[in-house]
C-alpha cells in the first residue's frame, strides 16, 4: 500500500514563504498526476495545483497563480508546493494526492491522500 507523506507548513508573516513536500512511499508508486489541494476553517478542500508525472504539465487555480509553483522529483517519488508571497487567506491544511488518471481539479478524482500539513499565514 502506497502512503503519501507530507512535511513542511507552519506558521509564516504575510509575504513569506514556504514549501511542502509530500514523498510517496511503497513499492510500485504510480500516478497520471499530483496534485495539492487546501481546507480551511469552515470550508470545502479545494484545489491548488497539479502536476503530470510524466511530463511538465501543471495547472494552478486562479488564486494562487504566480505565487506558488508544484514541482516534483520522480527519482525521490517527491512532489513540492512552492509557496511565496503568503496571504492569510491561504491559511488552511494542505493535502497532497495522487490522481490515477487526469489532472484533475476535483477531489473526488483523486484517490490516495497525504496526511494533511497546517499552514498559517499571520498579518
Known amino acids: 500500500q502506497v502512503q503519501l507523506v507530507q512535511s513542511g507548513g507552519g506558521l509564516v508573516q504575510a509575504g513569506g514563504s514556504l514549501r511542502l513536500s509530500c514523498t510517496a512511499s511503497?513499492?510500485?508508486?504510480?500516478?497520471?498526476?499530483m496534485g495539492w489541494f487546501r481546507q480551511g476553517p469552515g470550508k470545502e478542500r479545494e484545489f491548488v495545483a497539479t502536476i503530470r508525472w510524466d511530463a511538465p504539465s501543471a495547472l494552478y487555480a486562479d488564486s494562487v497563480t504566480g505565487r506558488f509553483t508544484i514541482s516534483k522529483d520522480v527519482t525521490r517519488n517527491t512532489v513540492y508546493l512552492e509557496m511565496n508571497n503568503l496571504k492569510p487567506e491561504d491559511t488552511a491544511v494542505y493535502y497532497c494526492?495522487?490522481?490515477?488518471?487526469?489532472?484533475?481539479?476535483?477531489?473526488?478524482?483523486?484517490?490516495?491522500w497525504g496526511q494533511g500539513t497546517q499552514v498559517t499565514v499571520s498579518s
Open positions: 511503497g513499492p510500485n508508486f504510480s500516478a497520471y498526476a
Open positions: 494526492a495522487a490522481n490515477p488518471r487526469a489532472l484533475g481539479l476535483r477531489p473526488g478524482s483523486y484517490n490516495n
